[in-house]
């Protein structure tokens, strides 16, 4: 049973000519290369998505008392919390 599926790409000559190329230098088929711009492309998506969280969630802390703790002191809270959680469970 096959475990891939074909797909067909339209691209402009001169960008297939470039992927070809690297392709080639990085001694791998078109498929390979394909299929890590993919992942990579997922990759990205996450961090972006994760941005967007952090910034929203700095917006929602920048009038709060919160807003005003250090790294040193977000650290040690987390610290806290999470010894207080792993004596509970």
């Known amino acids: 049973m096959r475990t891939t599926?074909?797909?067909s790409v339209s691209l402009p000559p001169e960008q297939l000519y470039e992927m070809e190329r690297t392709a080639e230098k990085e001694n791998r088929t078109m498929s390979e290369l394909v299929s890590e711009l993919y992942r990579r492309y997922v990759a990205d998506e996450a961090r972006r998505e994760f941005s967007n969280c952090l910034k929203a969630l700095r917006a929602e802390a920048a009038g709060t008392p919160a807003s005003?703790?250090?790294m040193r002191?977000?650290?040690a809270e987390i610290?806290?919390?999470?010894q207080s959680r792993k004596?509970?469970?």
């Open 79 to 82: 610290r806290a919390a999470r």
């Open 5 to 7: 599926k074909t797909l």
């Open 87 to 89: 004596r509970a469970g």
């Open 68 to 70: 005003k703790l250090t």
């Open 73 to 75: 002191q977000i650290d």
